[in-house]
Every structure is written in C-alpha cells, then in structure tokens.
C-alpha cells in the first residue's frame, strides 16, 4: 500500500529559487562537460485538467484548468536540470511559434544546453493536448518525422534559422556522465556505444512493446546500460515472470541494475554488483496529473545514482520527486526543484503523528538541502501559457 506522507498546502512562488548541486563533492577539473545527455523528440504539450469525466462524443467539455510546456524528451530535460544536473538535449525543433516557444522554455527557462539541437526549417512541431482526469490522462498526438539535415549547433534563435541544412554538423553525443536511452524493440540507436565507449554511464528506459514480441534480444542496446528502468508489466512481459520482484532479480542477467517500478505500490531494485536490493513504498498523494511522472522518476534515480548514494535512497528520491510531480498539471511544468524538495521535507517533519519509519527513509535529505534554500511548494519555472512573457 502507498506510504502517507502528510503534507499541508502552500500558495505557489513564480521566482527562481536558488539550486543544490548534487555532485558538488565529486566534481573534478578533469570531469565531462555535461552530466546528462539525451535526446528524443519534443512536443508542445498542451494538458486540460480538472475534467469531471473523460469527454462524451457530440459534447463539449469544459476544463478548469489549462496549460502549456515543453513536453516529450523535454520532461525529462527539464526534471533533470531542475535537480542541478547540467543537461545537454539533442533534439529537433520545428521553424514556428511552437518550436521559438519550447526552444526557449528550455534553454533560457531551465538553462539546458540545446547546442546539439537543431531548428529544422519548414518543419512544424508535433504537438500532444494531454486530458486528465480520475487521476489518469489520455493524449492525443499529431506530427510527422523531422528530414534528416541537421543544421549547426547554434542556440542564437536567429542565427540558427539562417543555417543551410547539412551545415558545420555538432559531434554527437557530447562527453556526459551519463545518457539516459530510450530503448525501442528492433532498432539500435548508434550513439548509444559510442557514449558507452567514451566512459558514459548510460541508463535506459523502454516503452509499450507494440509488436507483442516482448523479446529482449530485440533491445541490442540493453548490453550498453548500467540500469535499465521498466514498469513491473513490461518487466514481467520481457522476463516471462509472474511478479515484478521476480523480474528485477531476472533482469539483471542482462544488465547490472533493474529498477521495476510498481505504480501506486512504488518500486523494486536490484544491484547485481554489490547485491543491493530495495523496496521503496509510493507516497500517497491525490493525483492532478501523471504526465511525465516515469520522466521524474528516471531523472531522480540518475541524480542519485550519479551522486553515489546507495540503492534504498536513490529509490526513494526517484519516488518523491515523482510524487512531487503528479500534484501539478503537465510534464516539464510539474518536476520539480530543490525548492520543492526542501519545502516538503521541512513540512513532512512538522506535521503531527508523522510516520517515524517515514520520516527515517527521507532522511538523507537533511544533508541535501539548507535552510536558506526553502521557499513556498510548488515553484513553476516554465511560462505555463504561449503568449505570456516571462516574469521577471
């Protein structure tokens, strides 16, 4: 069953809020100038919540709430910037005011460099209208595949435009600590060994398996990844198991950590390297929106991962920020900070007849995160409208 963790509303903040650097003790003048790469497609997102049912064809349906970001690869971008990671994306944009719009949110919004990323001329970007509603969502997505010429990596939004396709292409990927990898059934993705090869610890998650097959010979970038992050019926379906405990032990015959999230009954680890495993119990929250949350967990359990903390931690990091996220509408919108972090722990600790046992597997946090860093929950960072400039 979920874990309660009380926390107690607070009114939201618009200002930037100081960042934690996670690997501030590990960093070195000798170490890669990126901590995470990734790359993917990005969407504008555009989520309606607050729907009291899903819509009724022949009916209109009103939403009381309504908003716009960066969605996609982006989600993931963003969550891992926001937890001081420095995030390079090499993504294609589309040459409107959609793609102006998500170019912006990420490099001058969330400070991810977008140097491998391109602007494709005539191209429009694909575009998802997220409707959430009994703590679940249905999307509808519409765009087409990006030509492959590739303009140069230049983040200047005017200069960009004024590239030839083809043009000064950038080295792709960039020397990172780590990569997080969507893995496909069927195809392999060539930047992946080229990371692994250049020392990048590369992480992987995968989706619905379409074709049925459910084979893990068909993941041949599996063999590259030092954890590969499955929900427990894809774990199951890939194992051939009947529990996702029994999956995860599985799975790491093929790979060295299996992280099996469990949904409402929150996750399952196991390090094949050191013999670890952990269970980390979901917190309950009441669910506005799951857009993105897999997203968060992923960048919550790489932030922890490339700081060293043990299995149990990482777990339950990857967990609250995941939690974190679902209380507010969108994906890139919604993943939060350390701002965030630190309110709910210093709110958590307050609240009478708290769980000891709780509070005892949040603990680590007290090291992460100063007093002077706490400001109100939730902070937004992206310009949650298109139209909207941005506060200063």
């Known amino acids: 069953m979920p874990e309660s963790v009380t926390r107690d509303a607070v009114p939201a903040e618009s200002s930037r809020a100081p960042q934690v650097d996670p690997l501030a003790a590990l960093r070195t003048s000798d170490d890669p100038p990126w901590d995470v790469y990734l790359t993917g497609t990005v969407f504008l ?24 970001s960066p969605g996609g690869v982006a989600n993931m971008a963003t969550a891992l910037a926001r937890l001081g990671l420095r995030t390079s994306l090499a993504a294609a944009f589309g040459d409107d005011h959609y793609g102006e719009y998500c170019w912006d949110a990420l490099e001058q919004g969330e400070a991810i460099d977008l140097s491998p990323s391109r602007t494709v001329p005539g191209w429009h970007s694909p575009v998802t209208v997220s409707m959430a509603y009994e703590g679940e969502r249905t999307m509808i997505s519409h765009g087409h595949e990006p030509p492959p010429e ?75 990844c030092e954890a590969f992050l499955p929900n427990a019926e894809e774990a199951m379906r890939y194992t051939g198991t009947n529990s996702p405990r029994a999956a995860a032990h599985a799975l790491t015959e093929h790979v060295p950590v299996a992280v099996v999230t469990l949904g409402a009954d929150g996750a399952y680890a196991v390090d094949r390297r050191t013999g670890e495993s952990a269970e980390v119990p979901a917190i309950a929250v009441e669910t506005l929106d799951p857009t993105g949350a897999g997203d968060v967990f992923v960048a919550g359990f790489v932030t922890g991962s490339l700081a060293g903390w043990p299995l149990a931690d990482r777990l339950s990091f990857a967990g609250l920020t995941a939690a974190l996220s679902v209380q507010e509408f969108g994906g890139s919108l919604s993943a939060p900070g350390w701002s965030e972090i630190a309110a709910w722990w210093r709110e958590v600790q307050s609240v009478r007849g708290q769980d000891p046992a709780a509070l005892r597997r949040y603990a680590f946090l007290a090291g992460l995160v100063p007093d002077d860093l706490i400001r109100p929950w939730p902070l937004r960072r992206a310009v949650p409208t298109i139209g909207f400039g941005r506060s200063a």
């Open 150 to 224: 590739q303009p140069s990596r230049v983040s200047d939004p005017t200069a960009r435009k004024r590239l030839p396709p083809g043009a000064d292409l950038p080295p792709c990927p960039p020397r990172a600590r780590a990569a997080v990898a969507s893995l496909t059934p069927g195809r392999s993705d060539s930047w992946i060994a080229r990371a692994a090869a250049k020392g990048t610890r590369v992480f992987g998650d995968v989706g619905w398996d379409d074709t049925g097959a459910w084979d893990l010979a068909a993941l041949p970038d599996l063999r590259y």
């Open 45 to 68: 997102d555009i989520i309606f919540t607050g729907l009291d049912s899903a819509p009724v064809r022949g009916t209109e349906s009103w939403a009381r709430g309504m908003g716009s």
